[in-house]
């Protein structure tokens, strides 16, 4: 399967799309040239976010059926992306 953009740019000139697989493509020249980043992951990620230049997170995962499923969240505060390690609860 390809990638499936899902662009954020923070800054004029500089962009993120991820996809398929853990892809992250990165531009800093509007566009004109897209290098790959290495996200850590092999989950498809479907959402990226940047509050600039450096600081960045992506999210996504896999489901397999309604069992279970594999929740992802990478984040990058130099452009070296690294898998973030959370857990949630819900108390009823």
Do not use: K
């Not at 799309?17 to 498809?44: E, K």
């Not at 600081?55 to 279970?68: I, K, L, P, V």
Request: charged share 10%; with cysteine; proline share 4%.
């Amino acid at each position: 399967t390809g990638a499936s953009p899902h662009p954020d740019s923070a800054s004029p000139g500089y962009a993120w799309a991820v996809g398929d697989g853990g892809v992250i493509m990165a531009t800093t020249d509007g566009g004109a040239r897209w290098n790959s980043q290495n996200s850590g992951t092999t989950s498809t990620l479907a959402s990226v976010a940047f509050a600039d230049a450096e600081h960045g997170w992506a999210a996504g995962g896999r489901t397999n059926g309604e069992t279970s499923s594999d929740t992802q969240l990478v984040l990058t505060t130099s452009g070296r992306w690294a898998p973030s390690t959370w857990s949630a609860t819900c108390e009823t």
